[in-house]
């Protein structure tokens, strides 16, 4: 018979100092009612390393040799629920409005570049959902306006002279490379339709892959967003379901560094259960049919 596993006791001030340590490392905040949650994953990488107080443990994760331990820790706390088209209306806005309205604006510039960064992107879905939408949102612009050059043959996803470049991103490997593999079992299409599916998906086996045409547009790097070098010059930004788990110092913390990384008039997507309201004046609210995203506001001087 099994040995029931013996819990070592988590006592105060070793709660505080790991509590501080992940906040500090990742931005994630773990209050009362998230307490649980960590003291389980704790628990969990404690014996795993094979230590016998959290004090230990602590300082493992702060010494130098420590770093992997503090990086497995820390995708261990990650929430990655993600899915494709999550949001509709707010995707509406994205493809309909806020696409079309970039795309003019940055014709009548002759400026041909589009550059959008997912952040906080998990297993992909959101991404390639971007990437699919880009696509079909400059296919149609040219169906109703005329393209300033030739249409290669066959026709590319991205016309030329367009470049159309995504980042996405987060702080945990393991979703990283999943997001890479671009492969996704039947439960995760559910919300992917009939025609997404034909045009941008090649069936393996019983799983669905990214087409490597519309991979190709996607790249996947780790940012954590704790830390100030973010990529800048972006056009649009998704950042949905990640400020979620911070706290309101770190959210305002993290807005403000975004709109540093947005270009002149640039959006920026939040998740549906988060606003902006109270955080940040530096961006105006777009809402149209129960969509909301974000427009970096211009302050004179
Ligand atoms: C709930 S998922 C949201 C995924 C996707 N944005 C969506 O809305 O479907 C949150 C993601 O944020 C990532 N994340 C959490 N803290 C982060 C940080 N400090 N820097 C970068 N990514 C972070 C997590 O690893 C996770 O994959």
């Not at 991404?127 to 109703?144: F, K």
């Not at 393209?147 to 991205?158: T, Y």
């Not at 490379?177 to 992917?192: F, K, L």
């Amino acid at each position: 018979m099994a040995t029931p596993s013996v819990q070592i006791q988590i006592s105060e001030p070793e709660y505080k100092l790991l509590q501080t340590l992940v906040y500090q490392e990742c931005g994630m905040y773990f209050d009362e009612r998230r307490a649980h949650f960590l003291q389980d994953r704790l628990q969990r990488r404690l014996k795993i390393c094979g230590l016998d107080t959290f004090y230990a443990y602590y300082r493992l994760l702060t010494s130098y040799q420590g770093k992997a331990e503090l990086s497995a820790l820390v995708e261990n706390l990650t929430v990655n629920e993600t899915s494709f088209f999550r949001n509709k209306p707010q995707l509406e806005l994205f493809q309909k409005i806020v696409l079309e309205e970039l795309l003019r604006r940055k014709q009548e510039r002759r400026d041909w570049s589009l550059r959008l960064w997912c952040a906080g992107c998990s297993t992909g879905q959101e991404p390639y959902t971007m990437a699919m939408q880009v696509c079909d949102a400059l296919a149609y612009y040219y169906l109703r306006n005329p393209l300033p050059f030739e249409m290669p043959v066959p026709k590319p996803l991205i016309p030329p002279p367009w470049k159309v470049e995504i980042l996405a991103s987060d702080i945990n490997y393991s979703v990283l490379r999943a997001a890479q593999e671009g492969v996704y079992p039947e439960t995760q299409m559910d919300s992917v339709d009939y025609a997404y599916r034909l045009r941008y998906f090649d069936k393996v086996g019983d799983r669905y892959a990214i087409k490597r045409s519309l991979k190709d547009l996607v790249h996947f790097d780790f940012h954590n967003l704790k830390t100030e070098f973010l990529p800048q010059r972006n056009d649009i930004i998704f950042c949905r379901n990640v400020m979620i788990y911070f706290d309101e110092a770190e959210q305002k913390r993290l807005v403000e560094k975004l709109y540093r990384c947005l270009n002149a008039e640039g959006y920026l997507f939040i998740g549906h259960a988060e606003s902006l309201f109270g955080l940040s004046d530096k961006y105006r609210m777009v809402h149209q049919n129960n969509g909301t995203a974000y427009q970096r506001i211009e302050v004179a001087g």
